[in-house]
């Protein structure tokens, strides 16, 4: 894929502060930067948004708002971390605020995602006002657990279209490539994706959140999945998110040259 539409998701290079992050895109000519809001606060919001700006990156998106689903918390509080989430995108100039939208608590299914349903669209009066998009991201099934009730992307879809405009999806490749049903629903998005992240699966993963691999690694045909997600019209940034204990533990110079290669070769 053409290296102009490469954004590198912070995740990635994980132990690189905000300034770090910044100045390795600049290195390695990458034209844009997805933020994770630890990594904001860690420098504040002001000095972030310097910082993206004088480097000239892009900001193809924050991550995250949602975690709507638990029953105990207090339902103020989670909307309230939300509208500063939306905030931060806002200041940032961001495509989209990722929406992980919580895990399962207790055996109520159904309940917890009703309460995903009903947090976003509390949010979306805020975000709208805001100029924000908000992007649900399907995780994989296994995470159901651990990060989200929205666990395919017809979900995810059927979610974007109760709430209608300025909420759509994104689509990550190591969530969504295992589901027979990808195909039907990807021609369904059309004008719903809001952004697309792409790693690989590992033929014998050992850790389902952090254990992801480099592009060209695994199991994942990303070039027809790419040219499937083209087909909905998206033509943004196309996050480069390797969640991995092994590449985390490189130089992160080596990392970017790896994720410049790769994404030329295998996305």
């Known amino acids: 894929m053409d290296a102009g539409r490469l954004s590198l998701n912070q995740i990635t290079v994980n132990a690189l502060d905000l300034p770090a992050a910044v100045a390795a895109c600049e290195r390695h000519e990458v034209p844009a930067l997805a ?117 395919s992307l017809r979900q995810a879809l059927d979610l974007a279209e109760q709430l209608g405009e300025d909420v759509g999806v994104v689509v990550d490749a190591y969530h969504v490539w295992w589901d027979p049903d990808l195909d039907a629903q990807l021609a369904r998005a059309a004008g719903r994706v809001l952004g697309y992240h792409v790693s690989d699966w590992l033929p014998r993963t050992t850790d389902l959140l952090l254990d992801r ?25 196309v996050e480069v998110e390797v969640l991995s204990s092994r590449w985390w533990a490189q130089d992160a110079d080596e990392v970017l040259r790896t994720v410049r290669e790769r994404f030329a070769e295998h996305v």
């Open 35 to 151: 933020l994770w809001r630890d990594k904001i606060a860690a420098v504040g919001l002001e000095r972030a948004v310097r910082l993206v700006r004088s480097a000239g990156l892009h900001v193809s998106s924050v991550c995250r708002g949602g975690m709507f689903t638990d029953p105990a918390a207090p339902r103020a509080a989670v909307l309230d971390d939300n509208r500063r989430a939306v905030d931060e995108a806002a200041a940032l100039e961001a495509d989209v605020l990722v929406l992980v939208c919580g895990p399962l608590h207790d055996t109520d299914l159904p309940g917890a995602r009703a309460r995903v349903r009903d947090g976003i669209a509390e949010l979306l009066p805020h975000a709208r006002a805001a100029g924000v998009r908000l992007g649900i991201e399907p995780l994989h099934p296994m995470m159901l657990s651990e990060r989200s009730v929205v666990v």
């Open 213 to 237: 691999g480099m592009m060209g690694d695994g199991l994942i045909d990303l070039p027809r999945l790419s040219q499937r997600v083209a087909a909905t019209g998206y033509t943004g940034p």
